[in-house]
């Protein structure tokens, strides 16, 4: 049986459109490879963030140590003397480089 010229039409339309589909779904932009990425992009921004809290929890600290209503001594006084370059003759001072 030989089938006619449009059967055959309608079938390569049919075989290109799954074609594309496949392709779409696998190198799409939300194919599989894509959500791979995507996969490797969240766990960077996750460690980012991770880094990002401890520096925005030190620095909370650091600003609740400065309080007015309740400043440390100490490190109003390491302040003070790191700004003005104040030290008594007797004094060593040890500095802690951030990372």
């Not at 010229?5 to 599989?32: C, E, F, M, N, Y």
């Not at 894509?34 to 809290?53: D, H, K, P, S």
């Not at 520096?55 to 109003?76: E, F, M, S, T, W």
Request: aromatic share 2%; charged share 25%.
């Amino acid at each position: 049986m030989h089938k006619p010229p449009r059967d055959h039409v309608k079938q390569a339309l049919a075989l290109t459109l799954l074609v594309v589909l496949t392709i779409a779904s696998i190198a799409g932009p939300t194919g599989l490879l894509a959500w791979a990425e995507n996969g490797e992009a969240l766990e960077q921004r996750e460690a980012r963030i991770a880094v990002l809290t401890e520096q925005r929890d030190a620095l909370k600290n650091r600003v609740a140590l400065l309080d007015p209503n309740g400043a440390d001594p100490d490190l109003v006084s390491e302040l003070v003397r790191e700004d003005l370059g104040v030290l008594h003759p007797d004094e060593i001072v040890i500095t802690l480089e951030d990372e």
